[in-house]
């Protein structure tokens, strides 16, 4: 079952916390889905969270706003600096990316965001979710429906109402366990809707309240919302903005599982769109409506036409001949024999830094049978690189291909991070798949599953 299915099934049991002030919502539907461990350290989590967010009220009391590091809670609002420290984190408050450490003290949570964006940003969220909305998150526990053996994305979140919620990294696709209950989420999101309904910035509450009214059964609220999102559309914007728009309709057309209408869209589209160049980017929604009716051939058609790479599966990876940040050589055949990993990376890339404890989890766990693990590096300027590396040094051999180079050709890489996993007779298997997954399918190839 997955996180959300859990979420929309679950009705979330709300329990005091012994002060009587925050509200903790960490229960599964599933109990047996998490290791006794974890249940612990959720726990201890949910309290460290709790005592955080008394020590940012009284914080806020005398100071008007909060503190730019959690550390500035210590000693006067919270006395016991351990609570700053969640016991699933494994480097105990030395966080991934550098530029985000505490100067004072080592802390396992953080801000959703740094405290200068968060003046501009969290603030304007805040008044669009309600105090619902985090204001510190953890991100040590593992996500049981991905692997109880990583950790991954998922948050426990304290918020601004002093509750603590499970959430992935996205929490606005979580509103039931934000908001404690799919009524009081309809109600969050229409009064939120109410705030920023043309604001192209939020229209995924568009799409995330017509899934809840779909749960409850309130079709007519969810036609009416497909009929206001029209009405405010602006077909003759700009280009980026029209795929905006579109996408949204998908969206919600395929929430309300109206799949018809959403191809014939989709058909539209195809030749009215045909110069909009953010057109590409909406071929695998209309790969997930041919899929939905069942027409395969088209949606293959269309998941190729989305993805270019989607052909290079099963098929031999591209050899490549370099030279390694050591200044020793290093070409793929090489690695014959084993299963590989290229992880192209980039220091400026968020996803990419943060993906980086997985990987290494894997490899650690994998190494022994026969994984290995290529980096490329394409940071503009090979410092950052080296600069990164010396804080947080990796296993792996390195290569370093620059914003533009020849790897990043060769493998077609757009977004980041570009991972590929290769099987031992240099064939690849997989491009796209998220970090989570990793373990399990490496796992799986080397026991010889795949
Ligand atoms: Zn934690």
Request: glycine content about 6%; hydrophobic content about 35%.
């Amino acid at each position: 079952m997955t996180l959300s299915l859990l979420l929309t099934s679950a009705i979330a049991a709300v329990t005091e916390h012994e002060t009587g002030v925050p509200k903790i919502r960490v229960d599964f539907e599933d109990e047996s889905l998490i290791t006794e461990l974890e249940s612990k350290n959720l726990k201890t989590c949910s309290q460290n969270l709790a005592s955080i967010g008394e020590a940012l009220k009284d914080y806020e009391r005398e100071h008007g706003d909060f503190p730019e590091w959690l550390s500035g809670l210590h000693p006067t609002y919270l006395i016991d600096e351990t609570h700053l420290i969640c016991p699933a984190d494994e480097d105990q408050g030395v966080p991934i990316l550098p530029y985000d450490t505490d100067p004072n003290l080592p802390v396992s949570y953080s801000y959703d965001c740094t405290p200068e964006y968060y003046q501009q940003w969290l603030k304007n969220e805040r008044n669009v979710y309600g105090d619902a909305n985090p204001i510190v998150r953890c991100p040590h526990h593992a996500n049981p429906e991905v692997d109880n053996t990583l950790m991954s994305d998922l948050y426990l979140n304290l918020s601004f109402s002093n509750t603590i919620y499970l959430s992935e990294g996205d929490w606005k696709k979580h509103p039931i366990r934000m908001y404690g209950g799919i009524e009081a989420a309809i109600k969050g999101y229409e009064r939120a809707l109410q705030l920023v309904s043309e604001d192209p910035n939020f229209f995924n509450l568009y799409s995330n309240l017509i899934r809840l009214y779909v749960i409850v059964g309130r079709s007519e609220d969810a036609e009416n919302l497909i009929d206001s999102f029209k009405s405010i559309m602006k077909p003759h914007g700009e280009d980026i903005m029209r795929f905006r728009d579109y996408w949204t309709l998908l969206e919600m057309l395929r929430a309300c599982n109206k799949h018809q209408e959403a191809l014939q869209l989709c058909e539209n589209l195809e030749s009215t769109e045909q110069k909009n160049p953010w057109l590409k980017s909406l071929y695998r929604e209309f790969a997930v409506t041919h899929e939905e009716l069942g027409n395969i051939e088209l949606a293959d058609t269309y998941f190729d036409k989305y993805d270019s790479k989607r052909e290079m599966i099963g098929k031999p990876a591209p050899d490549f001949s370099a030279t390694d940040i050591d200044g020793n050589p290093i070409s793929l055949k090489d690695y014959r024999g084993k299963v590989m990993l290229l992880y192209f990376w980039a220091t400026w890339c968020g996803p990419c830094i943060g993906n980086m404890p997985i990987v290494k989890k894997v490899y650690d766990t994998h190494r022994d049978f026969g994984f290995d693990v290529i980096g490329i590096n394409r940071d503009t300027e090979k410092s950052d690189m080296s600069e990164y590396l010396n804080v947080c040094s990796l296993p792996w051999r390195q290569i370093f291909d620059g914003k533009e180079g020849p790897l990043k050709k060769l493998y077609r890489v757009s977004g980041m991070p570009s991972k590929w996993l290769i099987d031992k007779e240099g064939n690849v298997i997989s491009h796209e798949f998220r970090s989570t997954e990793l373990n399990k399918l490496v796992r799986d190839i080397v026991n010889g599953f795949a």
